[in-house]
């Protein structure tokens, strides 16, 4: 099928046709404001329908928290151990993701591990061991990567963590229901730890 043009010529102009062996990166060649970003950005809100009841009308309580964070993914990679080739080496600060510091905020004051926590926005990062994570809350805000500001933390708490399977490929946060409020879980390959938020 042939297109006309107003002079009566034909457009000499050729279809473009995207194959499925098409990559992201070549598929966004023709946009040169994208960047295709190994680690996207992600955030949870809890409740966790909380976006669709606000699009809807529906909410009638707010948020009581959220976090932002960026996914970055095992690739094949060694990620928690004690060796130095780990991605993510035991007794080490780790933002808690990928790119900028990863970032919780609480819309309300809420209970973690019977310390009250003050409405606002935090930096949330931990250090990883073995058995357990050490999850920081520091007041450090719009920091890059590691360079956290300890005189800046506000609270910190041990957290065990628990063995999973299947792994998960992304590193992911996501809040989870609870009698007492809600759970924020972190997982990663075959680990995962929560972090209990109690409703004040």
């Known amino acids: ?20 062996s098409d990559t992201l990166k070549s598929a966004e060649a023709v946009n040169p404001y ?21 699009m809807n ?3 009638s309580l707010g948020p009581l928290a959220r976090v932002i964070y960026s996914r ?5 990679r060694l990620i928690f151990g004690s060796s130095p080739k780990s991605l ?7 933002r808690l993701g990928a790119n900028e510091a990863s970032e919780i905020e609480f819309f309300k004051d809420v209970l973690i591990s019977n310390k009250k926590i003050a409405k606002g926005r935090y930096i949330i990062y931990c250090i990883p061991y073995e058995d357990n994570w050490t999850i920081v809350l520091n007041s450090n805000l719009f920091t890059w990567g590691l360079h956290m500001d300890r005189t800046k933390d506000v609270f910190k708490v041990d957290v065990p963590i ?17 009698s007492y409020g ?6 990663w390959d075959n680990v995962k730890t929560r972090l209990r938020i109690t409703m004040n």
Do not use: H
């Open 72 to 76: 970055p993914q095992k690739k094949g």
């Open 1 to 20: 099928m042939f297109m006309v043009s107003c002079t009566g010529k034909k457009d000499q102009s050729a279809k473009i046709a995207i194959k499925p």
């Open 34 to 54: 994208v960047l295709n970003d190994q680690s996207p950005m992600d955030m949870s809100y809890f409740p966790v329908e909380y976006p669709i009841l606000k």
């Open 162 to 178: 628990e063995l999973q399977a299947p792994p998960v490929e992304d590193f992911t946060m996501v809040f989870e229901k609870a």
């Open 182 to 187: 809600a759970d924020l879980i972190m997982a």
């Open 88 to 94: 993510r080496e035991y007794g080490k600060e780790w």
């Open 57 to 59: 009308g529906t909410d």
